[in-house]
């Protein structure tokens, strides 16, 4: 009864309102119809958006791909990556051409001469190899190495020569917030061997078969000069405390200042001297490179340089692919002691160093660093008439 009832009302109610329910279907399929357009447009949008990206993207890798033609690792995954853009762009849009459109400051010129400074420092480099029967001579010393295979890069440290600088990019690959790294007391380099353990000879050999490898190069007696004021002189670095104190002892002639200075330039020189003759091993600061990072032993990809630190680290970062994790993320004041490296203090502290060497010390010197010299094109001819000429 009750039901019945019920249904009445309804009818009666229904029957009553039917004008104003379809006047409120009409009004809701509007809604709904207004709904599916702006959502169809978003998407075609969003679509647009993703194609140009792609093409950006495409652009990117053919021009690195053609200015690299010569090069034969390029990481697996790059090619995979290509492979799948290229599929994708051809698919959808088979005839259009690629543009090489420049999307960084970074310009083609400044590429182009990194490009032939590379190739003609590495052709110079094994010229020299052959021409002093170098060429496999050094066992590769692997443990020196930072490695990242995700990132295909291998790093041969030459200390005091912009280490520091890509001792904190391989920090970032390592997955360090950039924060935490400006913050934190821990040495820099122990955070990157946390993430980037020494490896075996083996797992080098097998990271530079898919890596880009490099080293940086200094002028070999400004890295000295380096060395020695950073770790030696006036007793100011704790870790060497000790070994400026025996240098000292060793080599002070007692008629000579007060043993509470540290060690000269000219005593530390001699201490090298003779700790080359003995054939010990070399504190990794001022091992020479060619046997340190034996180039000789191993085909780098690239050769960097401390004189033009910017312009080969931006090539080395750009040709790696990594431009969105490394540019533009090294601290102010990193950036700041790099830019003014090559005109900073060691270079016009030179002269006055070398003014305390004589002729014979000199000659000793480049017996150990000679091969530096003329593996990465410096020239020590100025250094002759620098020296003590008495
Ligand atoms: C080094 O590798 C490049 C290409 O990877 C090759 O063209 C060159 O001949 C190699 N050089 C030596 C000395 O092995
Ligand atoms: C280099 O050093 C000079 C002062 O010696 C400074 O004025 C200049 O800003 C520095 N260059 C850069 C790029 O920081
Ligand atoms: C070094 O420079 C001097 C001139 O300063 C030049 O005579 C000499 O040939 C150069 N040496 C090398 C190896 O290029």
Redesign the pocket.
């Known amino acids: 009864m009750i039901i019945h009832e019920r249904q009445v009302v309804m009818i009666q109610s229904g029957s009553r309102g039917k004008r104003s329910v379809l006047k409120r279907r009409v009004v809701m399929g509007l809604k709904v119809l207004l709904a599916i357009l702006v959502f169809s447009m978003y998407v075609a949008v969003l679509f647009r958006e993703s194609l140009q990206a792609m093409e950006e993207s495409k652009a990117r890798m053919t021009s690195r791909i053609a200015k690299n033609a010569?090069?034969?690792?390029v990481m697996h995954h790059h090619h995979a990556f290509r492979n799948a853009v290229s599929n994708y762009h051809e698919a959808i849009n088979p005839t259009k051409p690629t543009t090489l459109n420049p999307i960084y400051e970074y310009s083609e010129e400044v590429n182009a001469a990194a490009e032939r400074a590379f190739t003609e420092r590495k052709t110079h480099l094994?010229d020299i190899c052959i021409r002093r029967g170098m060429v496999g001579v050094y066992p590769p010393n692997a443990w020196e190495f930072f490695v990242s295979t995700g990132h295909g890069l291998a790093w041969c440290n030459v200390f005091k020569a912009a280490s520091s600088s890509w001792m904190y990019y391989f920090n970032i690959l390592g997955g360090y917030n950039l924060a935490y790294l400006q913050r934190t007391k821990t040495s820099p380099l122990e955070l990157a061997r946390q993430r980037f353990p020494r490896p075996s000879l083996p797992e080098l050999v097998d990271a530079l078969a898919n890596s880009i490898s490099f080293l940086i190069v200094r002028e070999p007696f400004e890295r000295l000069l380096s060395a020695y004021r950073n770790k030696i002189e006036g007793f100011r670095n704790k870790y060497y405390k000790m070994l400026a104190e025996q240098i000292v002892k060793k080599y002070r002639k007692a008629s000579k200042s007060k043993d509470s200075t540290g060690p000269t330039f000219k005593e530390f020189l001699t201490y090298l001297i003779h700790h080359y003759k003995s054939g010990s091993r070399f504190d990794e600061h001022w091992s020479p490179v060619f046997s340190f990072c034996t180039p000789c032993s191993i085909?780098y990809t690239l050769i960097a340089k401390v004189e033009t630190f910017q312009r080969d680290t931006e090539y080395i970062i750009r040709q790696a692919g990594l431009e969105s994790l490394l540019l533009n993320k090294l601290p102010n004041k990193k950036v700041r002691a790099i830019s003014n490296r090559s005109t900073s203090d060691t270079s016009h502290l030179i002269p006055k160093y070398f003014s305390q060497i004589d002729a014979q010390t000199l000659d000793q010197l480049l017996e150990i660093y000679e091969p530096d010299f003329e593996l990465f094109g410096y020239n020590y001819t100025k250094y002759y008439e620098l020296i003590d000429q008495d």
């Open positions: 010569h090069r034969k690792t094994w085909n």
